[in-house]
């Protein structure tokens, strides 16, 4: 019976390279894969992984219909044995359906892999759907770690380090921007609620004592 799976976790946890992974062994044993993916930092029609392996991958625009690409593609008589949605946050609540749907009448199993909050914590409407259609979801077993060692669950959004919480849900980024740009950090729920980052917690640490110190 096909499936369909959503692997989710935090930023940098290595939902990627498990695609890439579920990707390999497939392809080693013969089965051909359609692989989706959406504004991957590596550049368009690419699914890329922090460990260096990228692979090449069919850009999702807006409005394409997934499950009508699927059937285009095998009508012409090409094979898709199995379907791969990487950064699937980023996809509609439409597109998931289709997904839901390669599942059901043709039969394919579907792996998709994305964050299921912004750095807001709300849900992007793609993972929603995903929580509301998928057959499982699996949440990924090599945890992220915030600066003081907890899991990390949550993704603030960074700019020069410090938590900002305004602005649009989707920009594309990394977990290790360079100062003044935004960058992304991953943070345990406590931290996060405090919107306290690694480079806040350290400036803090080094400020002189807030406390009046006194004798009396
Ligand atoms: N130099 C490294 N050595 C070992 N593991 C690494 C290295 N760099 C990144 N990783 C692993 O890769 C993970 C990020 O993988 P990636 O697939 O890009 O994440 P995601 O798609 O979830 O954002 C990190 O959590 C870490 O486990
Ligand atoms: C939290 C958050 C993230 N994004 C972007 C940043 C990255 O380009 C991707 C996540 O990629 P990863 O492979 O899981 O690291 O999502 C965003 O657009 N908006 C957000 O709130």
């Not at 964050?115 to 759907?129: A, C, E, V």
């Not at 990394?174 to 806040?200: F, K, P, Q």
Request: net charge negative.
């Amino acid at each position: 019976m096909s499936e369909l799976v959503f692997f989710c976790g935090t930023m940098d946890c290595g939902k990627s390279t498990l695609a890439l992974q579920i990707e390999h062994n497939r392809s080693a044993r013969g089965l051909v894969g359609m692989i989706f993916t959406r504004n991957d930092r590596a550049g368009e029609g690419k699914l890329s992984s922090r460990l260096g392996l990228v692979t090449d991958a069919v850009e999702v625009e807006d409005g394409a219909d997934l499950y009508a690409h699927l059937v285009d593609h095998l009508s012409q008589g090409r094979r898709a044995d199995y379907v791969i949605a990487d950064e699937a946050q980023f996809l509609d609540p439409e597109q998931i359906d289709q997904l839901a749907r390669v599942v059901d009448d043709l039969d394919l199993d579907v792996y998709a892999f994305g964050i299921t909050t912004d750095f807001r914590s709300k849900l992007f409407p793609g993972s929603q759907r995903l929580v509301e259609l998928a057959d499982r979801v699996e949440v990924l077993q090599v945890e992220a770690l915030c600066w003081c060692g907890a899991r990390a669950t949550h993704n603030a959004r960074t700019v020069g380090g410090v938590m900002v919480v305004e602005g649009a849900q989707v920009v594309v980024g990394d977990v290790t921007g360079s100062a003044d740009e935004i960058g992304y950090e991953v943070l345990c729920r406590r931290h996060h609620r405090r919107r306290m980052t690694a480079a806040t917690a350290r400036a803090a640490a080094l400020a002189p004592d807030v406390l009046p110190v006194s004798s009396g």
